[in-house]
């Protein structure tokens, strides 16, 4: 019997990673068509909530625990979120900063860069808003004994309470990971490989306590819903002035826009630039 055998690369080089995103990858995305684009980034923003959602779960009644592990337990399951992302080909907002690539490459144009990140953004907002609602109707946003409620308004309150400066460094930081856990995932062929990749990356952005623009498109309005259950409010011990910041206009002024700024500075600056210069630049 005649022994077949079948060699395999599952791991690419770093340049053959960065050629790919810049050339093949982000111009495909760049390109997809508006529907398409659109439903997919709805879908990437549903993912990014439920791994949301699973990591206040899994750290509720976590007291007898030090703040570190209960941060690295969070880590571990919001990192499946990325997975379900990576692996449906969904489009998210803080991946696609890394088509910049292609913008640096001159394989795609500037207005087709900025159609693509806001048509993305908008559908993650979607996704994830549909995932924070229905959360919130079935009454998981705040079980058990309301402790996931109270854990839930605090991560929400102390969101919207970091000055502009805090949330875009930490924005910085969050995205600088993310896009390395989406570089690293794309240096394999395999399943496994793409899981781990994403794995390690990710669960040190969320236990150190980074921000991500999506991820907080369901924490704060996960948190803005609950805040509107006195039961959880009164039991919360959470100050009435540092609630007092946690509405919609709170959110997008004292969050969301120097979070995304930041995810934006930390993607381009720290792997985009510093990975084109190293492995593309002398191409030319």
């Known amino acids: 019997m005649t022994q077949q ?58 007291i007898g625990l030090s703040w570190g592990i209960a941060k690295l337990i969070g880590g571990i399951v919001f990192s499946t979120g990325l997975m379900m992302v990576v692996l449906t080909g969904a489009e998210l907002f803080t991946g696609n900063v890394l088509m910049t690539f292609s913008l640096f490459e001159k394989k795609i144009s500037f207005l087709e860069l900025i159609k693509s990140w806001s048509v993305v953004y908008f559908g993650n907002f979607i996704g994830a808003i549909v995932i924070a609602t229905l959360v919130f109707l079935t009454g998981a946003s705040h079980n058990c004994h309301n402790e996931l409620g109270i854990l839930t308004l605090s991560t929400a309150t102390s969101k919207v309470n970091l000055t502009f400066f805090q949330a875009f460094t930490s924005g910085i930081l969050c995205n600088w990971l993310v896009c390395l856990a989406v570089w ?42 609950t805040k509107s259950l006195p ?11 540092a609630l007092a910041n ?28 510093l990975f084109w210069m190293a492995y593309l630049k002398d191409e030319k």
Not at 24 to 53: C, D, E, N, R, S
Not at 246 to 270: D, Q, S
Request: aromatic share 10%; charged share 10%; with cysteine.
């Open 5 to 62: 055998i079948i060699e395999s690369k599952d791991c690419a080089t770093p340049s053959e990673v960065a050629s790919a995103l810049a050339k093949k990858i982000m111009p495909q995305k760049a390109h997809y068509g508006l529907l398409k684009m659109f439903l997919l980034a709805i879908a990437a923003g549903a993912f990014v909530a439920f791994g949301a959602h699973s990591c206040l779960s899994v750290m509720t009644g976590t």
């Open 184 to 225: 690293m995932a794309a240096c394999s062929e395999r399943i496994i490989g793409k899981i781990f990749a994403i794995f390690f990356p990710i669960m040190i952005f969320v236990a150190s306590g980074y921000e991500h623009c999506v991820a907080n498109m369901f924490f704060v309005p996960e948190g803005i819903m």
């Open 246 to 273: 946690l509405t919609w206009g709170g959110f997008v002024v004292k969050n969301l826009i120097p979070a995304t700024l930041g995810n934006i500075v930390g993607a381009v600056l720290f792997v985009v630039l």
């Open 231 to 241: 039961e959880v409010v009164s039991i919360s011990n959470i100050a009435p002035d």
